[in-house]
């Protein structure tokens, strides 16, 4: 049971470009996040769908960009990233929305802009 | 502003000892806690959540207890083994704050030989 799985795990980009950050979750959970985890901060929310057919900002979403693809895919799309978005990034998925949910992560995409 | 801080930063210990880790949390109204533990380079994996009305809750080896009165909770590990190892992220989330967790910035905790 893979869980929740994340692409790529590494990444390097120049200033200006873009790319998107894939996730998908096997456990059949209606919601799912995108978090960014930085030194010395605790993770903070980017962006969540609480069901498939709806996505949500969360505490810091400016420069980021999501789509639901399906009840298994929820990508995040940075359209032309800057030094401030380097940056380790989290999916999660939980059952269902609410903060009486568990909340499952996948492994992570630590993304540099030079 | 709502906060989660935990001391302390980093901990060293002896494998086999056991060590109690602290988060104080200033969020309100609140409606739960977590202790999440973080591997190097993995994502977070959950070690325990209680609600308000509950004190204390175990798993394995991690025991955490919670005073709501007091807004504080501890992570106790006993017998440390060198797979403790880790960075120990205490969670607070608000009552009817939908999906808003509040994270703290961890504890990165060293088992050694």
């Known amino acids: 049971n893979a869980g929740v799985t994340q692409t790529p795990k590494f990444q390097v980009l120049k200033t200006g470009q873009s790319m998107t950050l894939q996730c998908a979750q096997d456990?059949?959970?209606?919601?799912m996040y995108w978090y960014r985890q930085d030194p010395g901060m605790g993770l903070r929310l980017i962006y969540y769908?609480?069901?498939?057919?709806?996505?949500d900002k969360g505490e810091v979403p400016n420069g980021y960009n999501v789509s639901r693809l399906n009840k298994r895919e929820f990508s995040l799309r940075l359209e032309s990233a800057a030094p401030s978005q380097t940056s380790v990034y989290f999916c999660?998925?939980?059952?269902?929305?609410?903060?009486?949910?568990?909340?499952?992560f996948g492994p992570g995409t630590r993304l540099t802009v030079t | 502003k709502n906060q989660v801080e935990q001391s302390p930063q980093s901990l060293i210990i002896l494998e086999g000892k056991n060590c109690t880790l602290q988060c104080n949390y200033t969020v309100s109204p609140f409606s739960n806690l977590r202790w999440y533990k973080q591997d190097t380079g993995r994502g977070p994996v959950s070690l325990t959540i209680m609600t308000f009305s509950e004190n204390t809750k175990s798993n394995g080896r991690y025991t955490a207890t919670l005073d709501a009165d007091t807004k504080q909770s501890s992570l106790h590990i006993t017998a440390s083994q060198l797979s403790d190892s880790a960075s120990y992220i205490c969670v607070v989330s608000l009552t009817g704050g939908g999906n808003k967790l509040t994270f703290g910035t961890g504890t990165q905790l060293k088992v050694e030989l």
């Open positions: 769908s609480a069901s498939e057919g709806t996505t």
């Open positions: 456990m059949n959970h209606n919601s």
């Open positions: 999660a998925s939980s059952e269902k929305p609410g903060s009486s949910y568990e909340q499952y």
